[in-house]
C-alpha cells in the first residue's frame, strides 16, 4: 500500500509541475489577445489539457469511472474552491488592489451556456455516451467557441500605434520562452498522466474505495493545477485580472462539459472500437446528478451580475458539501 501511494503522489508532483510550466507558457502567449476571450479559449483550452491527458490515458485502459470521474471532480472543485479562493483573493488584502466586488454581468453568454451543457451532458448519460453523444459535445464545443470568437472581434477595439507596437516587441521577448514552457508543460502532462491513472487504480484496491470516488477528489489536484495557479496571479491584480479568471473558471468548466467528454468518448472508440459505449453506473449517475445541481447553485450568485467575499464562502461551504457527499454515494 505505502508503494502505490509514494507511486501516487510522485506522479502527482510531476503533473503539478508541469501543469505550472503549461500555464506559466499559456499566459505569455496570451498576452498577444485581449481578456474575456484569452481567459475564455487559449487559456481555458490549456488549463484543460492535464484532463485531457488523465481522461485519455483512463479511456485507453477501459476506466471510464475514472474518466467521465475526472471530469466531474474539476466541475466540483474549481466552480466551488476554485471560484471561492479567487473571490478571497480578489476582495481582500491578499490582493494588490482589493474589489468589493466583481463585476460578472458581462458573462452571460458563458453562465447561460455552462448551465445548458451541464444539463444536456448529464440528460444524455441517462443511457451512457456513444459516439452520437461525442459528435452533440464536439458541436457545442465548436458553437461555443465561435460565439466567443465572434464577441471579441465585436468588443475589440484597434490599439493606438504605440501600443501595437510596445505589444509586438513585448510579444517577440516573450514568444520563445513562452512556446518552450508550453511544449514542456504539455510533454510533461501526457507523460504523468497514464501512470497517474494506475497509481491512482492502485491506492483505491487498497483502501477498498471506489476509483469513482477517488478520481472526482483526487484528479482535480492535479489537473486543475494551471487553472488554480492562474487565478491566484491574476486575482492578485485587481478588477481586469479578476474578470480573467472568471473567464477562465466558466470557459474551461464548458470545455469540460463538452470537449473533454468529446475526447472521452472518442479515446474509448479509438482504443475500443466504434461502438465503445461509456456505460451508466449508479455511483456515475449519482456523481452527475450531484455536480450538475452543484454548478447550477454555484452560478445564481453569478446571475445576480456581482460576486463578493459573501459568494467566496458560501462556494467554500457547497465545496465541502460535495466532498461529503463522496462518503455518502457509494453507499446509495
Known amino acids: 500500500m505505502a508503494d502505490n501511494i509514494l507511486f501516487l503522489f510522485g506522479w502527482l508532483g510531476e503533473l503539478v509541475f508541469a501543469s505550472w510550466l503549461l500555464s506559466s507558457g499559456a499566459e505569455h502567449l496570451a498576452e498577444r489577445w485581449g481578456g474575456r476571450f484569452v481567459g475564455r479559449t487559449l487559456l481555458s483550452i490549456a488549463t484543460t489539457l492535464p484532463e485531457i491527458g488523465i481522461v485519455v490515458a483512463a479511456a485507453k485502459d477501459g476506466s471510464y469511472g475514472t474518466a467521465i470521474g475526472s471530469a466531474l471532480g474539476s466541475n466540483l472543485l474549481m466552480m466551488t474552491l476554485g471560484l471561492a479562493i479567487m473571490l478571497i483573493i480578489a476582495t481582500t488584502r491578499l490582493s494588490k488592489a482589493p474589489q468589493k466586488f466583481i463585476d460578472v454581468k458581462e458573462f452571460k453568454l458563458d453562465k447561460i451556456f455552462l448551465v445548458i451543457t451541464a444539463v444536456v451532458g448529464a440528460?444524455?448519460?441517462?443511457?451512457?455516451?456513444?459516439?452520437?453523444?461525442?459528435?452533440?459535445?464536439?458541436?457545442?464545443?465548436?458553437?461555443?467557441?465561435?460565439?466567443?470568437?465572434?464577441?471579441?472581434?465585436?468588443?475589440?477595439?484597434?490599439?493606438?500605434?504605440?501600443?501595437?507596437?510596445?505589444?509586438?516587441?513585448?510579444?517577440?521577448?516573450?514568444?520563445?520562452?513562452?512556446?518552450?514552457?508550453?511544449?514542456?508543460?504539455?510533454?510533461?502532462?501526457?507523460?504523468?498522466?497514464?501512470?497517474?491513472?494506475?497509481?491512482?487504480?492502485?491506492?483505491?484496491?487498497?483502501?477498498?474505495?471506489?476509483?469513482?470516488?477517488?478520481?472526482?477528489?483526487?484528479?482535480?489536484?492535479?489537473?486543475?493545477?494551471?487553472?488554480?495557479?492562474?487565478?491566484?496571479?491574476?486575482?492578485?491584480?485587481?478588477?481586469?485580472?479578476?474578470?480573467?479568471?472568471?473567464?477562465?473558471?466558466?470557459?474551461?468548466k464548458i470545455l469540460n462539459n463538452t470537449l473533454l467528454l468529446s475526447v472521452a468518448i472518442f479515446a474509448a472508440m479509438s482504443y475500443q472500437g466504434f461502438t465503445a459505449k461509456i456505460q451508466n453506473t449508479p455511483l456515475l449517475e449519482n456523481q452527475m446528478i450531484l455536480v450538475t445541481v452543484i454548478t447550477i447553485v454555484a452560478l445564481i450568485p453569478m446571475f445576480k451580475n456581482k460576486l463578493g467575499l459573501k459568494s467566496g464562502i458560501m462556494l467554500l461551504v457547497l465545496y465541502a458539501v460535495g466532498i461529503g457527499m463522496q462518503f455518502i454515494l457509494p453507499s446509495l
Request: charged share 20%; aromatic share 8%.
Open 123 to 252: 440528460l444524455l448519460f441517462i443511457d451512457g455516451y456513444t459516439v452520437l453523444d461525442g459528435i452533440v459535445f464536439a458541436v457545442l464545443f465548436s458553437v461555443y467557441l465561435l460565439i466567443a470568437f465572434s464577441e471579441m472581434k465585436k468588443e475589440r477595439q484597434a490599439p493606438l500605434e504605440k501600443d501595437l507596437h510596445d505589444t509586438q516587441v513585448k510579444s517577440k521577448k516573450h514568444f520563445t520562452r513562452a512556446m518552450v514552457l508550453f511544449v514542456a508543460g504539455t510533454a510533461g502532462i501526457f507523460v504523468g498522466a497514464e501512470p497517474f491513472v494506475h497509481a491512482l487504480e492502485g491506492v483505491s484496491v487498497d483502501l477498498g474505495v471506489s476509483v469513482v470516488v477517488l478520481a472526482v477528489i483526487v484528479s482535480p489536484i492535479a489537473g486543475e493545477m494551471p487553472e488554480k495557479i492562474s487565478m491566484i496571479l491574476l486575482a492578485r491584480k485587481g478588477a481586469s485580472g479578476a474578470s480573467i479568471a472568471v473567464a477562465n473558471v466558466l470557459g474551461s
